[in-house]
């Protein structure tokens, strides 16, 4: 347990948060309540980087909730282009080449623990306009020492086992405007 903390304050200390660019979300306003449940991303982005590293995020932890394993590898590979190309993300970029590259499903799951702590990490510090970004968490992910995901909507849908345990999880923080 204590390695495994470690290593996190070592990939928290060095994702993407370490840079001083400021990151302005909004939510889109049209209602596709439903549709934005399971499968777009509702959260619109005033940086054009930052809305394909956000999209890129959304499109893998659907296809790791969905088990689709290829799919998985194809926005990953993609979601590793957005992160090397936005300073202060490089270390994040490998973490989502891992991914790209993993033999299995298993595999993937165990490094998306990594690039979600990065990812909730930069997007704690955005500024954002309307819509809300939610940080989840399930207690069994990981063989018990749980792991976190971003979602555009209260609903859980486990990326960590998919149709096994779709609903394990609950929402540990609502990311919204600041008043």
């Known amino acids: 347990m204590k390695r495994y903390l470690a290593v996190a304050a070592i990939m928290i200390a060095t994702s993407c948060t370490n840079t001083n660019q400021k990151v302005a979300l909004s939510a889109d306003s049209t209602a596709k309540s439903k549709e934005a449940e399971t499968a777009t991303v ?3 982005l005033k940086d054009a980087s930052v809305q394909s590293i956000y999209n890129g995020y ?11 394993f290829e799919d998985a590898q194809k926005t990953a590979s993609a979601l590793k282009t957005s ?10 970029a490998v ?11 298993a595999a993937q ?21 309307k819509g ?16 976190d995901w971003l ?17 394990c999880g609950a929402v540990l923080e609502e990311l919204k405007p600041a008043k």
């Open 58 to 68: 959304i499109s893998l932890k659907n296809a790791l909730v969905s088990s689709k």
């Open 109 to 129: 799951r165990k490094d998306f623990t990594a690039l979600s702590s990065d990812l909730i990490a930069m997007f704690k510090h955005a500024d954002i306009e």
């Open 151 to 167: 979602a555009s909507e209260k609903k859980i849908q486990n990326p960590y086992y998919g149709d096994e345990m779709m609903e």
């Open 42 to 44: 509702s959260v619109q």
């Open 132 to 147: 809300a970004i939610y940080v989840q968490h399930c207690p069994m992910a990981n063989n018990g020492d749980g792991g």
């Open 83 to 92: 992160l090397a190309g936005y300073k202060g993300c490089e270390n994040t």
């Open 95 to 105: 973490t989502a080449g891992k991914i790209a590259t993993a033999k299995d499903l």
